[in-house]
């Protein structure tokens, strides 16, 4: 069984940056599409980026393309989030979610957090000054 393990958030401040990390184990993430997305209180999860189970494609959503890079490395089962140019705006729970099934990443595509079976505990991210 599949268990994801983020880690990697903490207190920035804004234009910073933080390297997120979602490590697996109980199986090879090289099989599963990836997302990550975010929580605030009293807001539905936001998707924030995704990538294929082949890594040759990936999304990102409206508020964080050209400032999130999202990546895997199979030789250490790990998914990074890459966030650079932090805003206040970006202060959330941070989730990494996994899925076996048919691809769900593509460009321009709406990957919902429904569509995802797996999940992490999540990361907090603080962006203040």
């Known amino acids: 069984q599949l268990h994801l393990v983020e880690s990697g958030g903490g207190l920035v401040q804004p234009g910073g940056s933080l390297r997120l990390s979602c490590e697996a184990s109980?199986?090879?993430?090289?099989?599963?599409?990836i997302g990550w997305f975010r929580q605030t209180p009293g807001k539905e999860r936001e998707g924030v980026s995704c990538i294929s189970r082949t890594s040759d494609i990936t999304d990102y959503g409206n508020s964080v393309k050209g400032r999130f890079t999202i990546s895997r490395d199979n030789a250490k089962n790990t998914v990074y989030l890459q966030m650079n140019s932090l805003k206040p705006e970006d202060t959330a729970v941070y989730y990494c979610a996994a899925d076996w099934g048919p691809p769900l990443c593509s460009v321009g595509g709406t990957w919902s957090p429904d569509e995802f079976a797996s999940w992490g505990q999540g990361t907090q991210v603080i962006v203040s000054s």
């Open positions: 109980g199986s090879t993430l090289d099989t599963y599409e």
